[in-house]
């Protein structure tokens, strides 16, 4: 059951701003990013559109503290941790690093959601293939 997961991710040109630092609402996309490829390596669909089986992840909180510019080509690791495991929702932390200097930390919670009758969002418990795969990281392993 992991705990934390990692990718490298390169600043493209189109995510900078006109100072050539990655424009602030990126990190929240490298976040999704970062995410959607933790799911994919459990081998579980981050969203599920299966009759009667609906399962999606609607934030219900997000957040993010920047320490230092990331620029144009830098290469940075993006780390999630699994923080709290709920009955119906996951929060993460995230850590975005450049030669090993933290230079923004974020966190999103996520709740597990089906359809309704009249397809409108209603929260769910976590189903076991997920939960299954998820354990919550020691604070120790996210606290910068």
């Not at 997000?62 to 993006?78: I, K």
Request: charged share 20%; with cysteine; glycine share 4%.
């Amino acid at each position: 059951m992991p705990s934390e997961f990692s990718l490298s991710r390169q600043v493209e040109f189109h995510e900078t701003d006109m100072a050539g630092i990655m424009h602030f609402a990126n990190f929240f996309r490298w976040m999704e990013i970062c995410e959607t490829a933790f799911y994919r390596s459990l081998g579980l669909p981050l969203i599920s559109f299966l009759p009667g089986q609906v399962v999606a992840w609607p934030r219900v909180n997000v957040s993010c503290a920047y320490r230092a510019p990331l620029r144009f080509n830098d290469t940075v690791v993006v780390k999630l941790f699994v923080k709290k495991i709920t009955t119906r929702s996951v929060t993460y932390v995230f850590q975005f690093r450049k030669d090993g200097t933290l230079c923004a930390t974020g966190e999103v919670t996520a709740v597990c959601v089906t359809a309704d009758a009249k397809g409108g969002m209603m929260a769910q418990p976590i189903p076991a293939d997920v939960r299954a795969q998820l354990a919550e990281a020691a604070p120790a392993a996210y606290d910068a």
